[in-house]
Each structure stands twice: as C-alpha cells, then as structure tokens.
C-alpha cells in the first residue's frame, strides 16, 4: 500500500525516530508505548496524509442545511476512521504472525490518511470531531486485542467483516451527500476503494467467515456509533 501515511510515532519516537515495520518492538512496555501513541496521534488531530486529499476543491455546499448535512456525515466518517485506527492497533498488538502484522500496520497507514482527510474536510465545513470519539477508540481497541486474541485467522475475519461493513456504509453516505459538494464526495469514493481492498486482503490471507451472531453485534455498534456521532 504505497504512499500511505507514515507510522512513525510522534508521541514516543523510538531511537531510530521511525515505526518498526517488522515483528513487534522488544518488550511488552515497548509494544504498550507504541499503541498509546497512536491512540493519541488518532484522537489529537496529528494525524497526517502521506497521500493528498483526492479533491483539490475545498468550497462548501451552498445551502447552509447542506453544509450542516455535510459536517454531520463527514463527522461520522471521521470516527470511523478513529475506530479503524484503535481496531488496527489492538489487532497488530497480539498479532502472532509477522507478515500479519505487517498486512495490519500497511492496512492501518492507508486509515490513517483517511483520518486525516476526514478531520481535514470537517474543519472546512466548520463542524467538529465527535467528544465520544475516546470512547469509541477505546471499544474498538478491545475489539481488536480480543479478536486478535482468539487467533489470526479470527482478527483477518474481523478485518475483512468491519471493511464490507463500512464500505456499505460509505455507500449510503454517498447518496446522502450534497451533489455540490465535491470534495467530500471524493474523499468518500477513495475511502470506500480502500476499505474494498483491506477486506479483499483480509480475506486473501486466510480470514475466517465470523458467526452471524458476531455480526449482527457488529452491526449493532455501528448503528450506535453512527447514531450518536451524527449529532456529537
């Protein structure tokens, strides 16, 4: 996943100032150091793009209800994007195999631009991230440790079974959005190729198909975090 963002840790370099991209940093205290700066790169807002934003246009829908519209939506994406980065986090914490690892560390790169661009978009229609955005990072944290926990094929499924979700979901942002509004529109047509793609790779390196019961929880949440982050 070429020119995704750059992990490199910003709250705790290491002494080479750059992420491991292979096995996991020596220690537990090490590996805790690493996922407790990138919780507070995903929720401080510094977070950046290593891609640029797929639109160059910045302008605002002209009706001031689509603006508002577009701010809600696009605040939605935006926690979206912060659970992608604790779900990544945690899955990559406990993760057993190597090349898995890394697939999550790549996977969670190409997220982070998504982050960026969301919380990037939402400043341009003067609307706000989420204040539940650090209680959402951490369900989706233990999300991730958990199903990491019950094996790499789980964590893979898990992967793949949050990407299809969230693709359909940017899909019905994507007839809600403005028609003026451009720039969102295009920031959500990359996320959604993107998301596809994670999913494909999930599902290429061995995830397993989750039970319909775990699905339907994960439906659930979702449906609770869209729901609230809509309106805070």
């Known amino acids: 996943m070429k020119g995704a963002a750059s992990a490199a840790p910003f709250f705790f370099p290491t002494r080479s100032g750059r992420m491991s991209s292979s096995p996991p940093l020596s220690g537990l205290v090490d590996s805790l150091l690493v996922a407790a700066d990138e919780a507070l790169r995903a929720l401080s807002g510094a977070a950046t793009a290593a891609r640029p934003a797929p639109s160059v246009a910045d302008a605002a829908p002209s009706r001031p209800q689509d603006r508002e519209l577009s701010g809600r939506l696009m605040r939605v994406n935006h926690t979206g994007e912060v659970c992608a980065q604790a779900l990544y986090s945690g899955q990559a914490l406990v993760a057993r195999d190597p090349s898995i690892r890394r697939a999550l560390q790549l996977a969670a790169a190409e997220e982070r631009d998504h982050l960026a661009w969301c919380r990037g978009r ?6 706000h991230a989420s204040v539940l955005d650090p209680l959402w990072y951490a369900g989706s944290f233990a999300w991730g440790v958990a199903s ?7 964590s893979l499924g898990f992967l793949a079974e949050t990407e299809d979700q969230v693709e359909r979901h940017l899909e019905g942002h994507l007839e809600r959005l403005p028609e003026d509004d451009t720039a969102s529109r295009a920031i959500v ?37 869209t729901g609230t982050t809509y309106w805070i």
């Open 189 to 225: 047509r990359q996320m959604r190729e993107d998301e596809a793609r994670h999913g494909a790779t999930g599902r290429a390196l061995g995830g397993r198909e989750l039970p319909g019961p775990v699905k339907a929880a994960m439906r659930a949440a979702a449906r609770v975090m």
């Open 148 to 154: 990491g926990l019950a094996g790499d094929r789980w």
């Open 122 to 127: 939402i400043d341009q229609l003067g609307s």
